[in-house]
């Protein structure tokens, strides 16, 4: 069985004020709304964690990575749905004769505590990825108040993808 491996790291800061106010748009992580969780800026809709996610997936497929195929310089992705994004390199991914194996992310932020919300977006993730539950683990960390993202000036996503030869 031939497998893959890749490695995906995004960060955004949180849109000035970083704070959540009634009628405020709600931040997804994950594909998932996030109540309390500031406004992150980005070109696209921000999910850290699916950018992530994506650059892991990507990379163990050796197909460039996130800005080569969703540039922050073309107006087609202002705005865009990082869960349609997923799908379209979940795609690619299929293309090239792989499939998703598991999924392993690490959500670095002071703020918002992600307990209560882990399991809603494993489940959206595996479904994106077309893939169980159980091949997707996303856990929450802070940063001990160290750095710009301990000081709660943001989220980072560390994650790690494997894929396996389709039809293996």
Partial sequence: MKMRVGFGFDSHRFASGASVAPGDAVQRLGGVPVPGCPKLLGHSDADVLIHAV????????????????????????RNADSAAMLRSVVGEVGRAGFCVGNVDATVICEKPRLRAHVDAIRKRLAELMEVPVSSVSVKGKTNEGMDATGQGLGI???AVAMLVQAGE
């Fill in 54 to 77: 994506i650059d892991a997936l990507l990379g163990a497929a050796a197909l460039g990575d996130i800005g080569s195929h969703f540039p922050d310089g073309d107006q087609r992705w």
């Fill in 156 to 158: 980072a996503v560390h």
